[in-house]
C-alpha cells in the first residue's frame, strides 16, 4: 500500500512538473509571438524594402484598398524570414514558412484567390514531399510500414488542405493589363508552430500511426520546410 501511494505521488508530481514545463513553454512562444506582432505594427521601411518597392512601384504595381505600402508589405516579409525558431530536438529553422504566387484574370478577386491558392499549393507540395521523406526514414528504422506511407499517399491533399488554413499575407499587391486583365502577387505565411500541432492532429486521425512517430514525421518534415 505504501508502495502504491508513493507511486502515485511520484506519477502526480511528475504529470505537475511536465504541466509546469508546458505551460512556461507555453508562455515562452506566446511572449515571443507577441514580440513579433509587435514589429510588425511598428513595422518600419527598410532600405532594402524601398529600393525593391521603387522597381515594383515603376512596373506598375499598386496595393490593394486598405492594404500599407509595398515598401511596408516587404518589411513584415522580411521580418517573417528573420523569425528563427529551436524545435525539441535542438534544431534551429526559420519560423515561418513564405510561398510566393502570381495569377491573372478578369476579375480582380478571381485573380486575387487564384494567386493565394497557388501559393498554398506550393507550400503543400512541398510539405507532402518532406513528409513521405520522413516516414521514408521512419520506415528505414522499421517503426513506420510501407501501409503508412500509401495511406499517407491516398490522403494527403486531405491532411495537408485541413493543415494550411490560416493563411497571412505578408504581400499583395496587383496592377492592371491589357485587355482589362489584373495581374496580383500574393505571398502567404504560416507559423510552423501552428502548422506541427494542426499536422499532428490531422495525421492522428486520418493515418493508424503510433503518435510518437506521428510526432518525429511532422517534426523532421515541418523543420525542413
Known amino acids: ?63 490593394p484598398a486598405g492594404e500599407v505600402d509595398i515598401a511596408t508589405q516587404i518589411t513584415k516579409s522580411q521580418i517573417y524570414a528573420e523569425e528563427l ?33 497557388n501559393a498554398k499549393a506550393d507550400i503543400a507540395a512541398s510539405l507532402q514531399t518532406e513528409i513521405i521523406a520522413a516516414m521514408q526514414s521512419e520506415i528505414d528504422n522499421e517503426a513506420v510500414s510501407a501501409t503508412g ?21 505578408s504581400i499583395a499587391i496587383y496592377r492592371r493589363l491589357e485587355d482589362k486583365v489584373i495581374e496580383f502577387q500574393v505571398r502567404i505565411v504560416f507559423d510552423k508552430m501552428e502548422l506541427v500541432a494542426r499536422l499532428k492532429r490531422e495525421m492522428l486521425k486520418q493515418l493508424e500511426l503510433n503518435s510518437d512517430d506521428v510526432e518525429d514525421i511532422v517534426d523532421t518534415a515541418v523543420r525542413n520546410l
Open 149 to 169: 506511407v500509401e495511406k499517407f499517399n491516398m490522403k494527403a491533399s486531405a491532411i495537408t488542405n485541413s493543415t494550411l488554413t490560416n493563411t497571412i499575407s
Open 85 to 117: 525558431l529551436r524545435d525539441d530536438d535542438g534544431f534551429t529553422t526559420r519560423r515561418y514558412v513564405q510561398s510566393t504566387a502570381i495569377a491573372k484574370a478578369r476579375s480582380y478577386n478571381a485573380a486575387y484567390n487564384t494567386a493565394v491558392q
Open 1 to 63: 500500500m505504501k508502495k502504491f501511494i508513493f507511486l502515485l505521488v511520484a506519477a502526480t508530481m511528475a504529470t505537475t512538473v511536465s504541466f509546469a514545463q508546458n505551460a512556461k513553454e507555453l508562455a515562452k512562444e506566446q511572449y515571443k509571438a507577441d514580440k513579433i506582432l509587435l514589429k510588425l505594427m511598428n513595422v518600419k521601411p527598410t532600405s532594402s524594402a524601398k529600393k525593391e518597392a521603387r522597381k515594383y512601384e515603376k512596373e506598375g504595381w499598386l496595393v
